[in-house]
């Protein structure tokens, strides 16, 4: 348990189990005073005045109730009735001066057991001392036998049960208050309280025993008595300077250990709190554990989950370069759970110690380890939020007992090391995230930016296509339309002012005329099928697209090849539009600038999505040339396959013809409708 702080001795600690124990024995010896003077009321042999008797049980009761709460009143009443006592014996000389006195400040001192005038100071332990002197020299007399003290007088010297009782009163109080006062002093945990536990018994044991040595000496006439008495004292006193000297020393060992714990703690945290990356923290969290408390090797070892294994990750060795043979071998193992130092922490999910590792059973790099001359080795677990990431484990060339308090700490230390590793790999996946969301956002930015300047560049285009296109029909309707509709005009009226003679003749012009309207009538059919194709309504994609290719074939001697296959039963409008005006454009092109001589037009269909291909064997095009560059044709079909969500491929190569491979999903016009 750890140690806490007492106001009785400012700046040092108390171990609480230590404190518990005084005042159990505080306790029980006041139990043993009301056992004896209740013998002595009992009828009991006892060398004791009955009122004695009674004023020893009236302080041990005291002491008794003196235990703590609502009690301590009831003691100090009882500790008033023991200070009477003291006085009438004192004044009546009824038990001999010195048992008054005696009662007198085992009173006082019970009165004021908890009075503290200033910190750290506590008078009824002082003023106990002077009973439990007198109560000692008493026990010392009749143990010794003499009356070395007759000349002084009779008062100092008691009966031998009462000055048991008093001693053992004395005791009790002292003990009652172990963490304040001048106990504290010698309870604390601090290196005076440890020497002063260590000399009290030998100062409280070693010159009664000596004295008896002596006197026995004297009544037997040796000679010798004196010096044994001085050889003995030199003896014990050189065996007791030697045990304290031995137990400070572990004392300033543990001390320095603990202080060692503590730095290799904070050197921990200060890199944690310091680094930026866990490449950058790992190699020093094992160099400032290894440096601090004296390890030559620190090995990490991080846990492969798709194996199921750990695998060696950081590999730390002192400027000796003691452990070589072990970090090599290290860096060709893997440990499953249960196998090995590392894979016995990974199962127990706490730190573990191996004393020699040489002789350990579950250590397969033992021989490595063994030529390296390395022994004991410890190693604690790597644990974040999310579970058990991997181990650390260090080795020195010493045989090392297993520390406690250094596994505890570093317990805590491997979960402070998993949540920084969860954090850096959070913060590395967020920085991951951020730069995949900026670079989407420049490409998106970049595409946007081409987008709308081609977006622009056509619309541009498309005004001038609107421009030259109005042009070509107006040019068309006057030129073609209009003089030929003047000029039919003309006839009927020429041919109304003056019909022929016979009726062959009149039935001749009237068939040219005839046949003039009709040739009218073409004109306009040809010039209103190029802005809306009427087939396409009236007879569907695939009859619509194969008059195309024939009309295409009779006007300019390009051999075509239409395929439909496995069509659906009826194509969206806005679907069959863009398919016939695809490969209205795309023939075109082939007609106008490949020089091609023969040509093939697939459509395909299938329950979702609407295929065509067009190939020619023409002069083709190299596409990177024209990359930025491509004509209103190429623009204009690529706008209506994106409209509809769907995809085109141009694929041309010099000398080698031209391929155009279009998808578009059946229910398109819906998904753009989404978009």
Request: hydrophobic content about 45%; charged content about 20%.
């Amino acid at each position: 348990m750890r140690p806490l702080p007492r106001l009785g001795a400012p700046g040092s600690t108390v171990n609480p189990r230590r404190i518990a124990a005084l005042v159990f024995v505080s306790q029980a010896l006041s139990g043993c005073v009301l056992v004896m003077g209740g013998s002595v009321l009992l009828g009991w042999q006892l060398d004791m005045n009955p009122l004695t008797a009674l004023a020893l049980m009236l302080a041990a009761g005291a002491l008794w109730l003196a235990g703590g709460g609502r009690r301590q009143q009831i003691a100090r009443v009882v500790a008033l009735l023991v200070v009477v006592i003291g006085l009438v014996t004192v004044a009546g000389y009824l038990a001999g001066q010195n048992t008054g006195v005696n009662f007198l400040l085992v009173g006082i001192a019970l009165i004021f057991l908890d009075w503290e005038p200033r910190p750290n100071l506590r008078p009824a332990q002082v003023i106990i001392l002077f009973p439990a002197t007198f109560a000692l020299t008493s026990v010392l007399e009749y143990v010794y036998e003499t009356r070395v003290l007759h000349g002084v007088g009779r008062d100092i010297l008691m009966a031998l049960p009462t000055a048991v009782a008093f001693l053992l009163l004395s005791i009790g109080i002292l003990c009652a208050r172990p963490d304040r006062g001048l106990t504290a002093v010698v309870m604390s945990d601090d290196a005076g309280g440890v020497l002063a536990r260590r000399l009290l018994p030998a100062a409280v044991l070693i010159p009664p025993f000596l004295g008896w040595l002596r006197l026995a000496g004297q009544q037997a006439g040796t000679e010798l008595s004196l010096t044994l008495s001085i050889v003995l004292n030199i003896l014990l006193f050189t065996v007791l300077i030697w045990v304290i000297s031995r137990s400070l020393n572990r004392a300033d060992i543990t001390r320095r250990m603990g202080e060692r714990r503590l730095a290799t703690q904070y050197a921990t945290v200060h890199i944690l709190a310091q680094s930026g990356t866990l490449s950058e923290a790992m190699p020093q969290i094992l160099e400032a554990v290894s440096t601090s408390l004296n390890w030559v090797v620190a090995i990490r070892w991080s846990v492969d989950a798709e194996s199921n294994v750990l695998r060696c990750g950081d590999i730390w060795m002192a400027p000796s370069r003691v452990g070589q043979d072990l970090a090599d071998k290290s860096r060709q193992m893997a440990f499953a759970p249960g196998v090995g130092l590392p894979g016995r922490i990974w199962s127990s999910g706490r730190a573990a110690w191996i004393s020699d590792i040489t002789e350990d059973s579950n250590f397969p790099r033992a021989e490595a380890a063994a030529r390296d001359g390395l022994h004991g080795a410890f190693g604690f677990p790597i644990i974040g939020p999310g579970g058990f990431l991997g181990v650390m484990e260090f080795f020195s060339p010493e045989i090392r007992e297993p520390d406690a308090h250094l596994l505890q700490m570093f317990d805590a230390t491997g979960r402070q090391i998993g949540q920084f590793i969860a954090r850096k790999v959070a913060e590395a996946q967020n920085a991951a995230l951020f730069r995949e969301i900026e670079d989407k956002s420049a490409q998106l930015e970049e595409r946007v930016r081409m987008r709308t300047a081609e977006l622009r560049a056509l619309s541009s285009r498309l005004l001038v296509a609107q421009e030259t296109e109005a042009r070509r029909i107006a040019r068309e309707l006057h030129d073609d339309l209009n003089q030929g509709l003047a000029l039919l005009s003309v006839e009927m009226e020429l041919l109304g002012q003056n019909p022929p003679a016979s009726a062959d003749q009149l039935s001749g012009r009237m068939q040219e005329l005839v046949a003039r309207a009709r040739q009218l009538s073409s004109s306009v059919h040809h010039l209103s099928h190029q802005l809306h194709p009427a087939k396409l309504e009236q007879l569907g994609l695939v009859a619509a697209v194969g008059g195309l290719c024939r009309e295409l074939t009779q006007a300019h001697g390009l051999e075509i090849e239409f395929t439909p296959d496995g069509m659906p039963a009826s194509v969206p409008p806005d679907t069959a539009v863009c398919l016939y005006r695809l490969v209205q454009e795309g023939l075109r092109n082939v007609v106008k600038h490949s020089g091609a001589h023969h040509a093939t037009v697939d459509l395909r269909g299938s329950a979702d999505a609407m295929s065509l291909r067009i190939v020619d064997d023409g002069a083709g095009f190299d596409a990177a040339l024209i990359q930025g560059k491509e004509g209103l044709g190429l623009v204009s079909m690529r706008e209506r396959v994106l409209h509809l969500g769907g995809t085109i491929t141009i694929d041309s190569r010099p000398s080698s013809g031209t391929r155009i491979d279009v998808g578009l999903p059946l229910g398109a016009k819906d998904q753009a409708e989404r978009i």
